[in-house]
């Protein structure tokens, strides 16, 4: 063996080296239409990230939010507690909600939403505008699977239209987050109104020493929650990123860049992060339900304002 081939193949395995010690993950297949990813990175810093790709044409998917209750718009309980109530396969935390910080166990959720095609919250002008834009787009799954992102009708011309969308859909399982962050393929994390953004999403302010372009909500490093479609609309993404048992968590334009770059995501909703950040599945042998991320809030997850559901067939 010549000695620059023993270079080359030493230079090899030194950056194989490497790349495995800044990357691993773990991809399994546990339900039909159903990919979960388990990926740890130790750049831009150590995180813990799950990501579940959906194939929404995949029989026997079925979806559903948590429903209206209580003496204001939802009941708060955890994601596992509301997987585990519902018997399906996988799950998440959805909206961001209020009041919070707070023990309530009742609350309204933040932005449009419906489940099984009841519609209970409506688009709205948030009192968070630091870090929530107004009539934050859904992403809508019909009952047919199709999935969509949809859009309040214009408010000035409708007034009274605060749940009605632009989009000619029937609302059925909506979600709604802060704001819209991948948009057709491009990064879209909103930016705060001054005197260079003259029509920004965001108002600056908040508790505290004010959020701002200097200072954005956004460029907080936190655990995350974002659901992502492809450019066709066919497949689903899940994604979270802990900031909890060793991994430090991310910016929202960071999570953006990593389901654009890898998981072919064309547009994305940020939703409630922090300690609502959940993700809980069953174990396709065992069938026990529990969080199979790590909650910054309690072992067990915080009790989130809604969860998103899904139902799937074993493979």
Same mark, same amino acid.
Not at 165 to 178: A, C
Not at 182 to 192: E, F, H, N, R, S
Not at 224 to 233: A, E, F
Not at 303 to 309: E, Q, R, T, Y
């Given at each position: 063996?010549?000695?620059?081939?023993?270079?080359l193949?030493?230079?090899?395995?030194?950056?194989?080296l490497?790349?495995?010690?800044?990357?691993?993950?773990r991809?399994?297949?546990?339900?039909l239409?159903?990919?979960?990813?388990?990926? =740890? @990175?130790?750049a831009p810093r150590?995180?813990h990230?799950?990501?579940?790709?959906i194939d929404?044409?995949?029989?026997?998917?079925?979806? =559903?939010?948590?429903?209206?209750?209580?003496g204001?718009?939802?009941?708060?309980?955890?994601?596992?507690?509301?997987l585990?109530?519902?018997?399906?396969?996988?799950a998440i935390?959805?909206?961001?909600?209020?009041?919070?910080p707070?023990?309530?166990?009742?609350?309204?959720?933040v932005g449009?939403?419906?489940?099984?095609?009841?519609?209970?919250?409506?688009?709205?002008?948030p009192e968070q505008?630091?870090?929530?834009?107004v009539?934050?787009? /859904?992403?809508?799954?019909?009952?047919?699977?199709?999935?969509?992102?949809?859009? &309040?009708?214009?408010?000035?011309?409708?007034?009274?239209?605060?749940?009605r969308?632009? @989009?000619?859909?029937?609302?059925? =399982?909506?979600?709604?987050?802060?704001a819209q962050i991948?948009?057709? /393929?491009?990064?879209?994390?909103?930016?705060?109104a001054?005197?260079?953004?003259?029509?920004?999403?965001?108002?600056?302010?908040?508790?505290?020493?004010?959020y701002s372009n200097?200072?954005s909500?956004?460029d907080?490093?936190?655990a995350?929650?974002?659901? /992502?479609?492809?450019?066709?609309?066919r497949?689903?993404?899940m994604?979270?990123v802990d900031?909890? /048992?060793?991994?430090?968590?991310?910016?929202?334009?960071?999570?953006?860049d990593?389901?654009?770059?890898?998981?072919?995501v064309?547009?994305?909703l940020?939703l409630?992060?922090?300690?609502?950040?959940?993700?809980?599945m069953?174990?396709?042998?065992t069938?026990?339900?529990?969080?199979?991320?790590?909650?910054?809030?309690?072992?067990?997850?915080r009790?989130?304002?809604?969860?998103?559901?899904v139902?799937?067939?074993? &493979?």
């Open positions: 063996m010549t000695r620059t081939l023993t270079r193949l030493a230079s090899i395995a030194l950056l194989a490497c790349v495995s010690a800044q990357a691993e993950q991809v399994t297949q546990p339900y239409g159903i990919t979960y990813t388990d990926r =740890t @990175e130790t150590d995180v990230m799950h990501i579940v790709q929404l044409t995949a029989p026997g998917l079925r979806f =559903t939010l948590s429903r209206p209750a209580g204001r718009e939802v009941v708060r309980q955890t994601t596992t507690a509301f585990r109530q519902e018997g399906a396969q996988l935390n959805a909206h961001f909600f209020l009041p919070f707070s023990t309530d166990t009742e609350a309204w959720l449009i939403a419906a489940s099984d095609g009841r519609v209970y919250s409506a688009f709205e002008t505008r630091y870090a929530i834009v009539d934050a787009p /859904g992403v809508n799954i019909d009952a047919s699977n199709h999935a969509t992102l949809v859009h &309040r009708v214009d408010s000035a011309a409708s007034p009274r239209g605060g749940n969308v632009r @989009e000619n859909v029937t609302l059925w =399982t909506t979600v709604s987050g802060s991948v948009t057709d /393929g491009a990064k879209t994390v909103p930016v705060y001054d005197a260079e953004h003259a029509g920004a999403l965001l108002t600056p302010g908040g508790p505290g020493e004010p200097a200072r909500w956004y907080a490093v936190n995350r929650t974002v659901l /992502g479609l492809s450019r066709d609309g497949t689903l993404t994604f979270t900031r909890s /048992g060793g991994s430090e968590g991310m910016r929202v334009g960071e999570a953006a990593v389901l654009m770059r890898d998981y072919g064309w547009n994305a940020n409630d992060g922090g300690g609502s950040t959940s993700m809980a069953e174990d396709p042998v069938h026990e339900r529990a969080l199979i991320n790590r909650s910054s809030d309690n072992p067990d997850g009790a989130v304002g809604s969860s998103l559901a139902f799937a067939r074993p &493979r």
